[in-house]
């Protein structure tokens, strides 16, 4: 009995997923429109957000390059990846909180299958995302640093990134769909793990106590050093990819049975 | 003006048959029910409790958790087949939106069920995420891609769409510089692009001046016709005896006649 409520959850979840999927162009044609509302009539559109990432990069690499003594040729590349990944994990997960309430007219007048919200919040800040990643072959270049080897595999982490992403900001837009209070303590969260992870930090300028808990206990760093290590020309550890494949297993399985839970009851909290 | 003249007539019988043959559209409600929590408003015990049950047309009551609960619908049940059209009166407030939107798989109800057999489209809100700033064409992919059409059948569908709607030169501009409107004939031509298997309509649609209704009308009259099963809410009971071949009337999420 119970196990087959389980499986009736789990496919009323994964149904309305897998539609969202099968329909990808939609939520393709919607993030498109929301880059190209924001920045109409700029014309430098979307590029603005790569220069203020730049000139970010560039002044935090300063002091923070000079406050730990990192030498700027590592310092800078590590910088770059990490502000970047973090400026994708951050939005997406933010703007996932507000995924179904700010699509609340469409989910109220047509049935359309609910994670291609999420999937549009998701595919808007992946383009954001690439835009932003042009500044770290610039990088390279400022340091005439060839592309390390293991870059490619930066792809598969990344892909796993997106992965574990989407669960995620499914999850969070789900239950702030019900309690609105849940984007401003989600906001905060990320605020604060954006200092206790190694972004604007090296690991190796820990105490070697402070790792447990920073790093290894960290869901960020692992989720972040998938895609960064390979860029540096290191292998993330085989506990990186050990947490990060975990967590997007546990992570969909959970939330496809939250979300068959508690599908149909989103239309009704808008 | 002829309004209906083209669905006057009653969907012919060989075109039923037709139909039938390629795919059996149907609609069952068995005692289906819609309770909205309300969860910004105090206590139901309250002075506004009181004043509000007398003002709106659900009835209010609490859930277990005890939350207010506006029961918009309250025990429906429906059996739509192949060939009906239902019209759908009732006051204000009675919950005929909600019960299209219970139809469309917007709502799923919180008590008793719902099986559609076929593809619903709604032709309620025309204009829905269509986007000001974006270009006429712009807005035809944005808007079909939400009424479910693939991006290369649109493609070959754009001329045929500015033609119909008239917009001529202006398809290249933001939407924000055309008329009402010219905004409403893009909308319409767009939404009644593709033939509806059920379709769902809140009032029957008029749009666009004296020229362009009489288009609209004739294409609006051709798809009522050929759908499958068409369910229109309405505070005009000519329309229904016009348009539809079984009426339902709901009051305060109660259905009163069948």
């Known amino acids: 009995m119970q196990r087959s409520n389980m499986f009736k959850l789990f496919k009323t979840g994964w149904r309305d997923i897998f539609t969202a999927l099968k329909s990808y162009e939609l939520a393709g044609v919607l993030g498109w429109q929301d880059i190209r509302q924001r920045y109409r009539r700029s014309s430098l559109g979307p590029f603005w957000l790569t220069i203020s990432m730049g000139v970010l990069i560039g002044a935090l690499g300063l002091v923070f390059g000079n406050l730990f003594n990192s030498p700027m040729k590592e310092f800078l590349p590590f910088l770059t990846i990490g502000l970047i990944l973090w400026t994708l994990i951050s939005t997406a997960l933010n703007e996932g909180c507000t995924g179904f309430t700010a699509a609340e007219a469409m989910i109220k007048q047509i049935s359309l299958p609910l994670f291609t919200h999420i999937l549009r919040v998701l595919w808007r800040n992946l383009i954001i995302f690439i835009h932003n990643l042009i500044i770290y072959p610039l990088v390279l270049i400022v340091f005439w640093v060839s592309l390390p080897a293991t870059a490619s595999l930066a792809i598969v982490g990344l892909v796993l990134l997106m992965i574990n992403l989407s669960w995620m900001a499914l999850l969070l837009g789900v239950f702030c769909a019900r309690f609105r209070d849940v984007p401003l303590i989600v906001a905060n969260l990320l605020q604060v793990f954006f200092y206790l992870t190694p972004i604007i930090w090296m690991p190796q300028v820990l105490p070697k106590r402070a790792n447990m808990l920073l790093l290894t206990a960290n869901p960020f760093f692992h989720m972040i050093e998938i895609v960064r290590a390979p860029l540096l020309g290191t292998l993330p550890s085989a506990l990186n990819w050990q947490v990060g494949i975990l967590m997007a297993m546990a992570g969909w399985v959970f939330t496809i049975l939250f979300y068959g839970r508690f599908r149909s009851r989103i239309a009704y909290w808008l | ?258």
């Open chain 2, 1 to 258: 003006m002829g309004l209906h003249h083209t669905i006057l007539r009653a969907v012919p019988l060989a075109h039923r048959l037709l139909v039938i043959d390629i795919a059996m559209a149907s609609i069952l409600l068995k005692n289906a029910c819609v309770d909205f929590p309300i969860y910004n408003s105090s206590t139901g015990r309250s002075l506004k409790y009181h004043l509000m049950q007398a003002a709106t047309g659900g009835l209010m009551g609490s859930n277990e958790q005890g939350h207010v609960v506006v029961k918009a619908l309250h025990d429906i049940c429906l059996d739509l087949k192949e060939g009906d059209r239902l019209g759908v009166l009732g006051p204000n407030g009675a919950g005929k939106s909600t019960l299209l939107r219970v139809i469309s798989g917007v709502y799923a109800p919180t008590g008793g069920s719902i099986e559609v057999q076929g593809k619903v489209t709604s032709l309620i809100d025309l204009s829905l995420g269509m986007d000001s700033e974006s270009t006429g064409i712009e807005n035809i992919f944005l808007r079909g891609a939400l009424l479910g059409y693939s991006r290369r059948w649109l493609s070959t569908k754009v001329e045929e769409i500015v033609d119909f709607a008239g917009i001529g030169n202006f398809i290249e501009m933001p939407l924000r510089t055309y008329s009402t409107g010219m905004q409403m004939r893009l909308a319409f031509s767009i939404a009644t692009l593709q033939q509806p298997e059920i379709l769902v309509m809140d009032e029957w649609l008029t749009v666009g001046d004296a020229e362009f209704q009489e288009k609209a009308q004739q294409r609006l009259g051709e798809i009522v016709k050929k759908t499958s099963i068409l369910v229109i809410a309405t505070h005009s009971p000519p329309l229904v005896e016009q348009v539809c071949n079984r009426m339902i009337k709901l009051e305060r999420g109660v259905l009163i006649t069948t």
